[in-house]
């Protein structure tokens, strides 16, 4: 996908119903490339304008993402998978910036701006569904070097150790 293609005047897109969708790479998402563990995965995006209930132009963004994050605790790659969808309603007027706040979380109002970088809109949402603190399910640890895991954790281990004696 050619970047500038991924600029769009939302507002247009919306009006329209059209549809983008394709297949992003962490070394395509800088910031995004910045918290992970390394550049494999990929960011599947679909964006699909329409109109809301209340004729209000609206982005619905969904992605469906698989990259590596380092993992809190052994500092190692943990394969993360990530949906993320949301509604974004473009308001022509300010004070409805204001009012949207107490409303649903998965839905953003942002000003109806002229021209919009859904690879900057994309890169944002997938950075903010980042978990915190990703670590591996307990005891998933690793790899912590092969000898010295089995001395310390194997009761046989252990057995075959006193029996040579
Ligand atoms: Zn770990």
Same mark, same amino acid.
């Given at each position: ?14 009006? /329209? ?10 070394? @395509? ?10 550049? @494999?995965?990929?960011?599947?995006? #679909? ?8 004729? /209000? ?5 969904? #992605? ?102």
């Amino acid at each position: 996908m050619d970047a500038a293609a991924m600029v769009i005047d939302p507002t247009r897109f919306a009006r /329209e119903g059209a549809r983008l969708t394709g297949v992003l790479t962490p070394a @395509q998402l800088p910031r995004l490339a910045d918290v992970l563990a390394d550049e @494999q995965g990929a960011v599947k995006y #679909l964006v699909e304008g329409h109109m809301t209930a209340e004729a /209000e132009p609206a982005l619905r963004i969904e #992605l469906a993402v698989d990259v590596g994050v380092r993992c809190q605790r052994c500092l190692e790659r943990l394969p993360l998978h990530l949906e993320v969808r949301r509604d974004i309603v473009l308001a022509a007027d300010a004070s409805e910036l204001d009012a949207a706040d107490d409303e649903d979380e998965d839905i953003d109002v942002i000003p109806a701006v002229a021209r919009l970088d859904l690879l900057d809109l994309i890169e944002q949402e997938v950075v903010l569904g980042l978990p915190m603190a990703p670590r591996h399910a307990d005891d998933a640890c690793g790899p912590r070097p092969e000898g010295e895991a089995n001395k310390t954790s194997s009761p046989f281990s252990v057995l075959a150790e006193l029996k040579r004696h």
